[in-house]
Structure formats: structure tokens, C-alpha cells
């Protein structure tokens, strides 16, 4: 199904909308933050945003998830390479987050229980 370019203009606003929120939260916490990180060399695979803090790899993920109509991660061929990029971080030892519109607002809590844990292991986060 076709979206208009009315509906497209539309849903590219929301998504920049969430990602201005992810990164007013990350400032806030005032971790340093790379935008669109490519995390490994033989692909092209990207975080929306990555933390790397001594051994500490956070990966971000916005999932532009609107309506009932399918999207980029929500077909057959785009979810299956979304689950290939998270395992491939996975193993490679990053911790991915995952977001929506509906549960951004998590985030910042999300970082803190993840610094308090890392905290317990190392001196600093």
C-alpha cells in the first residue's frame, strides 16, 4: 500500500519529533553520544545513537513505528534484518534499547539503572 507524500511528510515530523526528545534526554544526562554510529567495519549496520564509556556500549533505537500501515520495521525483510543488527550488536556486547513514541519517555531511567549496574562493576559511568 502506497502512502501519499501528505502521509509520508507527516510521519517523517513525528519521527524527528521522538528523535529531538532521545536527544534532549541524552544531554540531559550528560553522556557523550555519537548520532547514526556504524558499529561494525564489514557492515553497514548503524545505531540511531551510541554511549561507548570504558567498556560500557549502549546502543539506541528508535523504531518509527505509526498507525496500522507497514513501515521499513514492520515488513517481513525489514524486521528480519533489524533482528540480524540487534544480535550481531548483542554479541559484539553492546546493550541495544529499543524505543516508540509510546515508550521514549523511558529513557532516561533506562540509562540511570544501566549506569547504577555498570557503577557496581566499574568506578565511573
Do not use: P
Not at 30 to 51: C, N, P, Q, T, W
Not at 75 to 81: A, D, F, P, T
Not at 82 to 96: F, H, M, R, S, T
Amino acid at each position: 500500500m502506497e502512502i501519499s507524500i501528505k502521509q509520508y511528510k507527516q510521519l517523517l515530523n513525528k519521527t524527528c519529533k521522538y528523535k529531538s526528545i532521545i536527544e534532549q534526554i541524552l544531554k540531559d544526562t550528560g553522556l557523550s553520544y555519537v548520532k547514526e554510529y556504524k558499529f561494525l567495519k564489514d557492515r553497514k549496520f548503524r545505531f540511531d545513537y551510541a554511549i561507548q564509556k570504558d567498556n560500557l556500549k549502549i546502543a539506541i533505537e528508535y523504531e518509527g513505528i505509526f498507525g496500522v500501515k507497514m513501515t521499513r520495521h514492520t515488513n517481513s525483510l525489514g524486521y528480519s534484518k533489524d533482528c540480524e543488527k540487534y544480535n550481531l550488536a548483542q554479541i559484539d556486547g553492546w546493550i541495544v534499547l529499543r524505543y516508540t513514541a509510546l515508550t521514549v519517555k523511558s529513557l532516561k531511567d533506562d540509562l540511570k539503572k544501566i549506569c547504577m549496574r555498570y557503577k557496581s562493576y566499574h568506578q565511573t559511568c
